[in-house]
């Protein structure tokens, strides 16, 4: 049997801690992309060009480094303002920035980028007429958007959702970078101490697999749910 | 020329973190980045058209053993193919004694056969996905003129898919670009070894990772004007005609 040297519990862990974070960024990165989406198609021209820098700076720039900027650079923004704090109104107060937030709050922002565009073409493909019908029935934009917008903009974005959801899964890899004690990690910490790399990333690459191999399947019954109605698909 | 220095000293003057010495780590990091980041794609894409044309043939034995090499490529995070192959490569027997040692014991070539494994399993799918959109009518004409499978291959299907697949293509190429950053972990220093450099040394990250994203951004858009240039030539039959 494969003979883990005492690293298997603690490579179970790192397995949990890249699990939690590809799903909690992937959450951030829905929201901020629903919102990015809205804001390009929103009818004041400062909030489209923000998100359109926005979509554009970040996906013209590599994660690491987006990433070494977001952590490194944040906590010493968070420093210079709890330092203010401190001066102006003598509140004692220190953040330290963790690297499991630091990791949602970075891959959550980069892939909300790309969940951006995703959306905004799956919006745009939902008929004009669908919606004018909501209007006339008198719903509020709220409305609207939950009930006829959202489900049918779903049918569209699903297979590019599922696709930024894959390149999600594996970008959480580098985390382990900035010191995250994902599995990555410990895998490569444990290849160091034993001299065995294969012991220990073969399996680390065997469970990214196997996340793949499950997402991908809940993502063809997930289409099917949302295709109800068009047939065929 | 004295000009150009005298500009350039004015413009660092005072500057603690920019320095002649610092904006040379960041030259050096562009050249192995660029080095690091063509050399793959170009031996990615030697690999990836067999790769492409034996993953869409019909026998199983051939496509299925590809499938299964792109399938683990794509599946799995660079990084780890990246360890895999670094701290993997001392333990090929004999590896040691012989002439391939002092190269493979940089981190360069390691992280060169990485991102080329990786992205030839990448550009296969694209080529495959390429190849088998070809219009029926086409290869039907070809059969008709009495080609041979082989000869139809390189007049008619590749040289049409070559063309289909260079959006994906060029999305492919930005990838590559922006994954070559991982080449800083295992001790390379590219452009973002620069930055961790110099941010370890001044301990200014906005400095140090914004100049650099400064730098892969323009590398982007120089590769996006490129591609977009390629397609309007190369694709010009499949636009509309007004």
Redesign the interface.
């Known amino acids: 049997m494969l003979d883990l040297h005492g690293y298997g519990p603690r490579l179970l862990e790192g397995a949990g801690v890249t699990l939690q974070l590809a799903v909690l960024s992937l959450a951030l990165a829905i929201l901020l992309g629903l919102l990015t989406a809205s804001a390009r198609m929103s009818r004041h021209w400062a909030l489209r060009q923000l998100a359109m820098l926005y979509t554009t ?1 970040i ?8 990433m ?2 977001l952590f ?2 944040g906590q ?1 923004a968070l420093n210079v303002a709890t330092d203010a704090l401190y001066d102006r109104f003598g509140v004692d107060w220190y953040i330290n920035l963790n690297a499991f937030a630091a990791g949602v709050l970075t891959i959550g922002f980069i892939f909300g980028a790309y969940m951006g565009e995703t959306f905004r073409g799956a919006f745009m493909a939902v008929e004009e007429g669908q919606i004018e019908a909501g209007k006339a029935y008198g719903m509020s934009p709220w409305l609207v958007f939950r009930r006829i917008r959202f489900p049918q903009m779903m049918r569209h974005a699903l297979p590019g959702l599922s696709n930024n959801w ?1 390149v999600l899964l ?5 985390v ?2 900035i010191g995250l004690s994902d599995m ?1 990690r410990i ?2 910490e444990a ?2 101490a034993t001299h065995e ?2 012991t220990f ?2 399996p ?2 065997a469970v ?2 196997l996340i ?2 499950v997402s991908e399947w809940l993502f063809a019954r997930l289409q099917k749910r949302y295709n109800v109605g068009f047939g065929g698909h | 020329m004295p000009d150009i220095t005298l500009w350039f000293q004015e413009l660092l003057a005072g500057n603690v973190i920019f320095t002649p010495t610092t904006l040379g780590y960041y030259w050096d990091g562009l050249v192995t980045t660029v080095q690091l980041v063509f050399l793959s794609l170009v031996a990615g894409l030697v690999l990836a058209v067999p790769l492409a044309i034996g993953r869409s043939s019909r026998h199983r034995w051939i496509s299925l053993p590809i499938y299964l090499y792109t399938y683990v490529f794509r599946g799995t995070p660079l990084l780890i193919q990246l360890y895999i192959i670094y701290y993997g490569v001392v333990f090929f027997d004999g590896i040691q004694e012989t002439f391939l040692w002092p190269i493979l014991r940089e981190a360069f070539y390691p992280a060169l056969i990485a991102f080329t494994l990786n992205t030839a399993a990448y550009t296969t799918e694209i080529f495959r996905g390429a190849i088998k959109a070809t219009p029926r009518g086409e290869i039907e004409a070809a059969r008709a003129y009495g080609m041979s499978s082989g000869l139809m291959m390189r007049r008619i299907i590749l040289p049409s898919a070559f063309r289909r697949a260079l959006p994906a293509y060029g999305n492919e190429v930005i990838f590559m670009l922006h994954a070559s950053a991982i080449a800083s972990v295992v001790t390379l220093m590219d452009l973002t070894g620069a930055a961790r450099f110099v941010y370890a040394r001044f301990y200014a990250p906005f400095e140090a990772f914004l100049f650099v994203a400064a730098i892969y951004l323009c590398l982007t858009f120089a590769i996006l004007y490129l591609f977009r240039w390629l397609e309007k030539r190369l694709l010009a039959h499949l636009r509309p005609q007004n």
Request: hydrophobic share 60%.
């Open positions: 700076l996906r013209g720039v590599p994660d690491l480094v987006l070494m900027l490194f650079g010493m894959m594996k970008t959480t890899a580098l382990s970078v990555v895998a490569a290849s160091r790399p294969f990333l073969i680390v690459a990214y697999l793949a191999s």
